[in-house]
């Protein structure tokens, strides 16, 4: 069973930078893809980063592209979030999510409306609440 620990958020300044951390616990890592969510007050999640298992693939929807980086370190069961140049927009409570891609090391969702749809993860954090206020 996977066991997710998400961390790092907090209060951040427009234009700011913040890294957020998922450590996953119970699987060996490197079958998973892993993609992180956010969910601001009244909208919908919202799939904004995806790094396939191998970590050679990555897929960020329009929101984010070219403003945050998903990374990971599958020795220490570890994926990454840097967020920089931040928005008000950014605000909301940012999930990492896993879905088992086995031997298709380099899968990656297709973006559907500019977006990751939630529909291709199998398994949630809780996730951890990102302010972007000045």
């Known amino acids: 069973q996977l066991q997710f620990v998400e961390s790092g958020g907090g209060s951040v300044q427009p234009g700011g930078s913040l890294r957020l951390s998922c450590v996953i616990s119970?699987?060996?890592?490197?079958?998973?893809?892993i993609g992180w969510f956010r969910q601001a007050p009244g909208r919908e999640r919202e799939g904004i980063a995806c790094?396939?298992?191998?970590?050679?693939?990555?897929t960020y929807a329009d929101s984010v592209k070219g403003r945050f980086i998903v990374s990971r370190d599958n020795p220490e069961n570890t994926v990454f979030l840097e967020m920089n140049s931040v928005e008000s927009g950014d605000t909301g409570v940012y999930y990492c999510?896993?879905?088992?891609?086995?031997?298709?090391?380099?899968?990656?969702?297709?973006?559907?409306?500019?977006?990751?749809?939630?529909?291709?993860?199998?398994?949630w954090g809780k996730g951890t609440l990102v302010t972007v206020s000045s």
């Open positions: 999510a896993a879905r088992l891609t086995g031997a298709a090391r380099t899968w990656v969702p297709r973006l559907t409306g500019g977006t990751i749809p939630a529909t291709n993860m199998e398994y």
């Open positions: 119970g699987v060996t890592l490197d079958l998973y893809a």
């Open positions: 790094i396939s298992s191998s970590g050679e693939v990555t």
